[in-house]
């Protein structure tokens, strides 16, 4: 891949959507889904929704007479999501809001069910948002939360990030926030203290396949600028910069999940059910 390459598709919010949501935000929707169980006519709250993958996918699960509000902080990725197909076979229409998480511009009780992929570990007032999370549903509302296991228990993300803190001087706890709220215990407790009557923690493992090996670590940087401060704030020289850095670093572990076009490598999730 040339430096040219990279330059040109240099936007955080629609590599993320390309490269990172369709092989890995895409399958573990399906397995939040399972758990969630959409009904036909519910209303949904898909918490930070990013580019929609959430959304899109639980669309056709509550028809027509359902609606789905998709809301997210950050407007690059609403505008990549907004840009996507409708899902097909047709569904609910996907309203697009930027809001932040830990103070809601929505009614109480306005929801059946609110969706949070990957979005917790990310808050800056974490035990707010999952009272805000509890405010706008119903009283049989129920809120499925899923948040990454430890990152020792995704080796590859680990030397990523390893490499990525020693060229910028900085600790791992500074660049690894995706997997920062890794313990269940704590997850458990969090919903708890925001006032669900009933938590119940669960923990899922998929194998994840992405495709262009040689292009994963400048595509996992440059994804995780839609929401890691330490990425967000570099301007595009110095993210190619460091790109060439951790490349070099992380060639051989890279390798060792490399199988013919793809990288191939297991990832773990603690999920929460809330009610």
Same mark, same amino acid.
């Given at each position: 891949m040339s430096t040219q390459d990279i330059q040109q598709n240099d936007n955080p919010a629609e590599v993320y959507e390309r490269y990172l949501s369709r092989p890995i935000a895409d399958p573990w929707t399906r397995v939040l889904i399972d758990l969630a169980n959409p009904q036909s006519g519910e209303r949904v709250l898909d918490?930070?929704?990013?580019?929609?993958?959430?959304?899109? *996918?639980?669309?056709? $699960?509550?028809?027509? &007479?359902?609606?789905?509000?998709?809301?997210?902080? /950050?407007?690059? $990725? !609403?505008?990549?999501?907004?840009? *996507?197909?409708?899902? *097909?076979?047709?569904?609910?229409?996907?309203?697009?809001? +930027?809001?932040?998480?830990?103070?809601? /511009? !929505?009614?109480?009780?306005d929801f059946d069910l609110v969706l949070c992929q990957q979005g917790f570990q990310f808050f800056p007032n974490r035990l707010a948002s999952a009272k805000e999370a509890r405010r706008v549903l119903r009283e049989e509302g129920r809120a499925i939360i899923s948040v990454w296991q430890a990152l020792e228990r995704h080796p590859l993300h680990e030397a990523l990030f390893t490499a990525v803190a020693h060229h910028l001087n900085v600790s791992v706890t500074d660049?690894?926030?995706?997997?920062?709220?890794?313990?269940?215990? +704590?997850?458990?407790?969090? !919903? =708890?203290?925001?006032?669900?009557?009933?938590? +119940?923690?669960?923990?899922? &493992?998929?194998?994840?396949? $992405?495709?262009?090996? +040689?292009?994963?670590? =400048?595509?996992?940087?440059?994804?995780?600028?839609?929401?890691?401060?330490?990425?967000?704030s570099m301007c595009a020289p110095e993210r190619l910069a460091l790109v060439e850095k951790v490349e070099k670093a992380t060639r051989l572990i890279v390798e060792r999940f490399t199988y013919g076009d793809s990288v191939i490598f297991p990832m773990e999730a603690n999920i929460a059910i809330a009610t």
């Open positions: 918490l930070t929704c990013g580019t929609g993958s959430v959304a899109r *996918q639980v669309a056709p $699960m509550v028809g027509s &007479s359902g609606q789905i509000l998709a809301v997210d902080i /950050n407007p690059a $990725m !609403l505008q990549v999501g907004r840009a *996507q197909p409708q899902p *097909q076979p047709a569904g609910a229409v996907i309203t697009w809001q +930027e809001g932040d998480a830990t103070k809601l /511009n !929505l009614p109480d009780k660049v690894d926030v995706a997997f920062s709220l890794s313990n269940p215990d +704590e997850l458990y407790a969090l !919903l =708890h203290n925001a006032g669900f009557d009933r938590v +119940e923690t669960t923990t899922r &493992s998929l194998s994840i396949r $992405m495709p262009d090996p +040689e292009k994963f670590v =400048h595509y996992s940087i440059l994804g995780a600028a839609t929401s890691v401060p330490a990425f967000a």
